[in-house]
């Protein structure tokens, strides 16, 4: 298992899934936490990310590198980007130049989220001109 591009709590069920061995029990002790907390990892109701401190000892109790948790590479693109701030403009504008012009925003994506990306595709053109 290389990496994963799943939420954090599918991943969990899976390498759950893989090591039937490994109880929730155990994860608690590894993870040095409740058997509660430990059991709830993978039906959390927060939108917040697990901390990856936490990853990082879940992914040693799986037998997988903390990178394999597309959460924990999510965490360390943001704090990138929070440390450099300049760098989310070349985010943007990578977004907006590798977005195929039969893209598909997500149902998920809010009206004031797709009318800013509207614009911003409209403000890339004129400029592009």
Known sequence: MD?????????FLKLKEKYPEISYGKIAHE??????????????????????????????VFHVKPGYFYEYRLQKALGYIDKDRDFLDVVERAIRKNRSP?????????DTEKESLENEDENAKEQSA
């Open 3 to 11: 990496k994963s591009y799943e939420n954090f709590q599918d991943d």
């Open 31 to 60: 993870l040095d936490v409740s058997d509660a907390y430990a059991y709830n990892l993978p039906n959390r109701r927060r939108a917040s990310f697990v901390p990856m401190k936490m990853i990082e000892k879940i992914s040693k």
């Open 102 to 110: 039969g893209y598909q925003k997500s149902s998920s994506t809010s």
